[in-house]
């Protein structure tokens, strides 16, 4: 069962909510609280906090009784209340600021899918969410009350995957699919079982920490009706793991369905070594594995988010040989542009030689790795899974360097920015292996 503990809270204004309505997710939806007037009898707030709740167009504000309960209402700077309660801080831009930092857009073949990777998409199903962080990555598309994806625009993403072979993974997102009805989550992943190829499928969801209600029984027997199933929730700071949400995952757990955590680094939330290694202890307490520590986007109104990425490292630095090695995330660089995602770490590989490797561990200490002389290459001839490549030709990347399957990567343009007094630069395929032909006149160089 859930460690016992972990504390569990209520606003004083909630107290007199009965316990059948407060725990009824549907009842959480339907008091979220959005304006000025909401939140006056519950947080004793800023001017800063006052004037972005009075200001419009700024991204959705909404929030349900059980999140804003965990907010300390007399402290302004309280992690979780930073995430979730808008300042005027989110009207300053700042460089670099993007509406699409992620290229997203750029890589959706269709409305809705984005298919970046060669085997798996991202998929986004609704526009909504429990409530919405002031980071969101997807603020230009998320939060509408009036728009989401229509069914022609579902049936069109089913339509690609069901044509793409390579896909093995879908990832469903959005907003978050948990608020959708029930039955529209059990109809999309129906079709979704549906497509051969698709091996694994996936939900990002913050759901369970805005409302963790929402995780019955039923919705656990749903979902295990399609493994392999895997989830990732979103727990940012150790004050987000309450009772409540450690019997949610242990619902899930019990369904069979794997747990990960997606954190973002924020400053003044949890850009702190201590803070971060409370929070994945706490995470996998409740069988939930940490997955990616991310970098702030560079998305409007999140820049007073933002932190160096040396603080990431230093983190991961904090993190590793202090903690158990699985409760390590991978801290990742989403790359703006549509990079993806860049793992960026403390470096480990002091130097190398033909035979050495020279090593340090968390502590400083320095150590020597030999590494053998008479390594028998692998045979990729011979192998039958060097043989049934699935990725897609051309998205191989660095590896397809190592893999021999090319011997360049070039930038847009290089042949053109490189051909000299009206030469042409030409690559033949000889025996397997690239090989520069000549420029100019013809001759080899």
């Not at 009898?41 to 059980?66: C, G, H, M, Q, W």
């Not at 302004?76 to 699409?100: L, S, Y």
Request: glycine residues 8%.
């Amino acid at each position: 069962m859930p460690a016992p503990e972990f504390p569990s809270k209520r606003a004083p204004a909630y107290l007199d909510i009965p316990d059948e309505q407060w725990s009824d997710w549907r009842w959480q939806l339907s008091h979220r609280l959005n304006s000025l007037e909401d939140f006056e009898p519950i947080l004793e707030l800023t001017e800063s906090e006052r004037a972005a709740l009075s200001a419009k167009d700024l991204f959705r504000v909404d929030i349900t009784p059980y999140f804003v309960s965990l907010i300390d209402p007399k402290d302004p700077n309280d992690p979780i209340r930073r995430q979730v309660i808008p300042t005027a801080a989110e009207m300053t831009k700042f460089t670099g600021m993007m509406e699409d930092s992620l290229s997203e857009d750029a890589h959706s073949p269709v409305p809705g899918l984005v298919h970046r990777y060669p085997d798996r998409v991202l998929m986004l199903v609704t526009t909504q969410c429990a409530s919405y962080c002031r980071y969101c990555t997807r603020a230009r598309i998320v939060g509408d009350a009036s728009a989401t994806f229509s069914r022609d625009e579902i049936n069109a993403q089913i339509d690609y995957l069901e044509r793409t072979p390579q896909v093995r993974d879908v990832l469903l997102s959005g907003g978050d699919p948990l608020v959708l009805a029930p039955k529209l989550l059990e109809d999309l992943l129906t079709r979704l079982r549906a497509i051969p190829h698709i091996e694994i499928i996936r939900i990002g969801s913050r759901v369970p920490v805005f409302m963790p209600m929402r995780v019955t029984d039923e919705l656990c027997d749903m979902l295990a009706k399609f493994h392999p199933l895997w989830m990732n929730i979103h727990v940012n700071h150790p004050n987000e793991i309450t009772r409540e949400l450690a019997e949610a995952t242990d619902k899930l757990s019990r369904a069979g369905i794997p747990l990960g955590n997606q954190s973002v680094l924020l400053a003044g939330v949890n850009d702190c070594a201590h803070i971060q290694r409370k929070l994945v202890q706490d995470l996998v307490r409740i069988r939930v594995r940490p997955y990616y520590l991310y970098i702030c986007d560079l998305v409007e109104g999140g820049g007073h988010f933002r932190t160096p990425v040396s603080k990431g490292i230093e983190i991961i630095e904090g993190l590793r040989g202090h903690t158990s090695g699985f409760a390590v995330p991978t801290f990742v660089v989403d790359a703006p542009g549509g990079g993806g995602k860049i793992p960026v770490m403390p470096n480990y590989i002091l130097s190398s030689s033909d035979h050495n490797v020279v090593l340090r561990n968390y502590e400083g200490f320095i150590s020597t790795y030999e590494e053998p002389l008479d390594y028998p290459p692998h045979n990729k001839e011979t192998c039958p899974f060097c043989r049934d490549k699935r990725t897609e030709i051309g998205q191989s990347g660095v590896f397809g360097l190592l893999d021999e399957e090319r011997m360049t990567i070039k930038p847009e343009g290089f042949d053109q920015l490189h051909t000299r007094g009206g030469g042409i630069h030409r690559l033949r395929e000889d025996s397997g292996k690239w090989k520069p032909l000549g420029i100019g006149g013809g001759e080899e160089e």
